[in-house]
């Protein structure tokens, strides 16, 4: 998971919390915090990832 420039106690704990709910998915999830609607980050999270 890329780790963007999110500050602030909010911010890590979405960051865990995510982080363990794509963990716990075996692969089938992902998880990205998209900021200022960069959505790049996800098609980057999910290039190569066969359907």
């Not at 420039?5 to 692969?27: F, P, Q, T, V, Y």
């Not at 980050?41 to 999910?46: A, C, M, W, Y």
């Amino acid at each position: 998971m890329p780790t963007l420039n999110w500050i602030g106690k909010e911010a890590e704990d979405d960051r865990l919390i995510g982080g363990l709910w794509a963990e716990l998915s075996g692969g089938r999830c992902r998880f990205v915090m998209v900021k200022d609607k960069k959505w790049e980050g996800i098609e980057t999270q999910l290039s190569g990832v066969a359907t």
